[in-house]
């Protein structure tokens, strides 16, 4: 089985350095912010529901519900107790996934007092054969709401893939063998909770557009004086380009 440990510890040394790097880059190609609406709603605390299921694995949603606390907590948010939430919202009626995504916002803030909730939904998880090999999928989309506007705050999606050990050497039938062993054998070592945790890391840490560092997170501050700086550069590159387009400030020349 892979040690999970290992793969939160070399996950984890991204967080910083990449969500500083993101959080001070204030605008996009398009010159919009992607991060605004997260930065004006800037939870301290999330709660996290069990994920609608879209995937042939019965077993996909508290498999990777379980994978899915740490990285966020890491990245400086209060995290609910997810067993409990579950708990609870079974226990007053909402018994699968799909019934708590449809909970109206109004009642989550009044039971939990959360700043915002995160809701996923899973495409592939578990293991396929693949001609010779035996491949590990985890594929989710996730969106954080907060709860008081109902805005969408942040969204991603991750594709995480992992095959199973090359065995090309001992020739076609052994390949083969080995693909169908490592697929069965699935039960045993649960080859998709590992890989959801290096799918979970590269979905709010190490993406493209991760989550934002949280108000509990060292390096908060230092993310928003960042992010601060850079609108403001931002700001007064488009002051300049219009007092140069209206003629007040003349252009200035090429240099040959």
Known sequence: MMNTKMIKKGLSLLVVSASLFLGACATNGSGEDPYASFRENMPRSILVFPPVNESVDVNA???????????????????FPVAIVDEFMKENG???????HAAPLNKIDEIFGADAVLYVTIEEYGQKFELIQSVTKVT???????????????????????KSQD???AGLLGA?????????????????????????????????RPLLLGPTHPGFEEQQLKAAEAAQAA???QSLQAAQASGEVPAEKPTE
Not at 62 to 75: C, D, G, N, R, V
Not at 142 to 156: A, C, F, H, N, R
């Open 167 to 169: 065995n090309s050497g």
């Open 140 to 162: 989710a989309r996730g969106e954080l709401v907060d709860v008081k506007t109902g805005q969408p705050i942040w969204s991603g999606r991750v594709v995480h893939s992992q």
């Open 94 to 100: 909402l018994p699968n996934p799909e019934d708590m």
């Open 235 to 237: 700001q007064d590159a």
């Open 61 to 79: 949603s508290y498999s990777w519900l379980t994978t899915a606390s740490e990285p966020i907590a890491e990245q400086g948010f209060y995290v």
């Open 176 to 208: 083969i063998v080995t693909a169908a062993v490592a697929q069965v054998g699935e039960t045993i070592n649960d080859a998709a909770h590992d890989a959801s945790v290096y799918a979970n890391y590269q979905l709010f840490v190490s993406s493209r």
